[in-house]
């Protein structure tokens, strides 16, 4: 039997059948293996299984019982999941079903962004194909996410099949011919300030929801467990006063996207309906202002002017405007001078999310670590200290 380590695991591969002829022979080459590798959690991979029988899924289980965990049989066919479903073992062991392989030749790119890239299949259809650094576990984290926000009546569009696009993952969502807003806005500049107010509708009405503890994740928790992640460029006593000012953040109900720009916004039919949601999470509605500040304020005036039009949809100078227009719009504010005071707490904020973010697998922000640490970490959040405790302990009233 062959192995291999995958994602700090031990991954077994089944292969043919398993059945009373040779399962003697197939629980002590298990044996075997993991007793080699001792320390791993095992998983098995039935991508070349054709066929296991009662004796074989005993042997499963035996090795589900003596790790104490619920295992994972990765890559299983129709037939295969079939058997584990019939039997009741999909309650038992964490059985996934073979993803069916795609390709996005020739097909539009609607967008791109941090986590992927999002093209059109046909007119019913779009497909999400994540970065290859991105781990399944993440995107059917995402996933969850999407389906709890529907539920909790957040317009959103559902994923309905997980695929493969080369060596990365996919998600496939069904729309009708639908478009980013970004996309939209772009075609339609008549039209601007009725799709600024479209988006400024949405997020007042995403900021509205309150759900129930243990739905998402807490922001809280995914700030404190990237401070880890940042050790290589920063001292303990860096990392020490990241995790003090994370406490300030007041705890909440209030659900945010985490990343809600126009790309990350379909429209169908006239209504707005949101994608893209590795990073939502319960957290103090402020918190998503920062992030389109940071997309739709800094990144098109700096060096991200490329990047962000491929991932906005728009060209840079429309997208400060639509920026510029949506925080006017949401806030109320029409004063130029509070507006800049405004900007100065969003950009104190936004100085202390990135130096965060860094730690991050994106190659982007690894690459650019070392600098923006002296620059924002070292050179914003440290010396502002004292005003970013007070804005962090009062997001709720921001």
């Not at 569009?157 to 496939?172: P, T």
């Given at each position: 039997m062959?192995?291999?380590?995958e994602?700090?695991?031990?991954?077994?591969e089944l292969?043919?059948?398993?059945?009373?002829?040779?399962?003697?022979q197939?629980?002590s080459?298990?044996?075997?293996?993991?007793?080699?590798?001792?320390?791993?959690?095992?998983?098995?991979d039935?991508?070349?299984?054709?066929?296991?029988?009662?004796?074989?899924?005993?042997i499963?289980?035996?090795?589900?019982?003596t790790?104490g965990?619920?295992i994972q049989?990765?890559n299983?066919?129709?037939?295969?999941?079939d058997?584990?479903?019939?039997?009741?073992?999909?309650?038992?062991?964490d059985?996934q079903k073979?993803l069916?392989?795609?390709?996005v030749?020739?097909c539009e790119?609607?967008?791109?962004?941090?986590?992927?890239?999002v093209?059109?299949l046909?007119?019913?259809k779009?497909?999400k194909?994540?970065?290859p650094w991105?781990?399944?576990?993440?995107?059917?984290?995402?996933?969850?996410f999407?389906?709890?926000a529907f539920?909790?009546?957040v317009?959103?569009v559902?994923?309905?099949?997980l695929?493969r696009?080369?060596d990365?993952?996919?998600?496939?969502f069904?729309?009708?011919k639908?478009?980013?807003?970004?996309?939209?806005?772009?075609?339609?500049?008549?039209?601007?300030e009725?799709y600024v107010?479209k988006?400024?509708?949405?997020a007042?009405?995403?900021h509205s929801?309150?759900v129930?503890?243990g739905?998402?994740?807490?922001l809280?928790?995914v700030?404190?467990?990237?401070?880890?992640?940042?050790a290589?460029?920063?001292s303990?006593e860096?990392?020490?006063?990241?995790?003090s000012l994370?406490?300030?953040?007041?705890?909440?109900?209030t659900?945010?996207?985490?990343d809600l720009?126009p790309?990350?916004?379909m429209?169908q039919?006239?209504?707005l309906?949101?994608?893209?949601m590795?990073?939502?999470?319960?957290?103090?509605?402020?918190?998503?202002l920062v992030?389109?500040?940071?997309d739709?304020?800094?990144?098109p005036?700096?060096?991200s002017?490329?990047?962000?039009?491929?991932s906005?949809?728009?060209?840079a100078?429309?997208?400060m405007?639509?920026g510029?227009?949506f925080?006017?719009?949401?806030?109320g504010i029409?004063?130029?001078e509070?507006?800049?005071?405004?900007?100065?707490k969003?950009?104190l904020l936004?100085?202390?999310?990135?130096s965060l973010?860094?730690?991050?697998?994106s190659?982007?922000?690894m690459?650019?670590?070392p600098m923006?640490?002296?620059?924002?970490?070292?050179g914003?959040?440290?010396?502002?200290e004292q005003?970013?405790r007070y804005?962090?302990?009062?997001?709720n009233?921001?």
């Amino acid at each position: 039997m062959n192995s291999r380590i995958e994602n700090e695991r031990l991954v077994i591969e089944l292969a043919g059948r398993i059945d009373t002829s040779n399962a003697s022979q197939v629980e002590s080459e298990i044996e075997s293996i993991i007793s080699a590798n001792k320390g791993l959690t095992p998983a098995f991979d039935a991508e070349k299984l054709d066929y296991i029988s009662s004796i074989g899924l005993r042997i499963l289980l035996k090795v589900a019982k003596t790790c104490g965990q619920k295992i994972q049989v990765l890559n299983a066919s129709k037939d295969v999941y079939d058997i584990f479903e019939t039997t009741g073992f999909i309650n038992i062991l964490d059985v996934q079903k073979a993803l069916r392989h795609i390709s996005v030749e020739g097909c539009e790119l609607l967008g791109k962004g941090g986590n992927g890239s999002v093209y059109r299949l046909d007119d019913d259809k779009i497909v999400k194909v994540y970065k290859p650094w991105m781990k399944r576990e993440t995107i059917d984290q995402e996933r969850a996410f999407a389906r709890n926000a529907f539920m909790n009546g957040v317009p959103s569009v559902i994923a309905y099949d997980l695929v493969r696009c080369g060596d990365c993952y996919g998600v496939v969502f069904e729309l009708i011919k639908s478009k980013t807003l970004g996309q939209t806005i772009k075609e339609n500049p008549d039209k601007l300030e009725e799709y600024v107010d479209k988006y400024v509708a949405l997020a007042k009405q995403l900021h509205s929801v309150h759900v129930e503890p243990g739905s998402f994740t807490d922001l809280k928790s995914v700030l404190h467990q990237r401070v880890p992640k940042i050790a290589q460029w920063t001292s303990q006593e860096e990392r020490d006063l990241l995790e003090s000012l994370i406490d300030c953040i007041p705890d909440t109900d209030t659900l945010i996207h985490n990343d809600l720009h126009p790309g990350n916004i379909m429209i169908q039919d006239g209504e707005l309906l949101l994608i893209d949601m590795p990073e939502m999470c319960n957290g103090p509605t402020a918190y998503d202002l920062v992030g389109i500040y940071r997309d739709m304020i800094v990144a098109p005036s700096g060096n991200s002017a490329n990047h962000i039009e491929a991932s906005v949809g728009l060209p840079a100078d429309k997208v400060m405007q639509v920026g510029n227009m949506f925080f006017a719009k949401y806030t109320g504010i029409s004063n130029p001078e509070e507006m800049e005071a405004y900007y100065k707490k969003l950009g104190l904020l936004f100085a202390f999310n990135v130096s965060l973010v860094v730690g991050t697998e994106s190659e982007n922000a690894m690459k650019l670590a070392p600098m923006l640490m002296d620059k924002l970490l070292r050179g914003v959040v440290i010396p502002n200290e004292q005003a970013l405790r007070y804005l962090l302990s009062n997001l709720n009233s921001f």
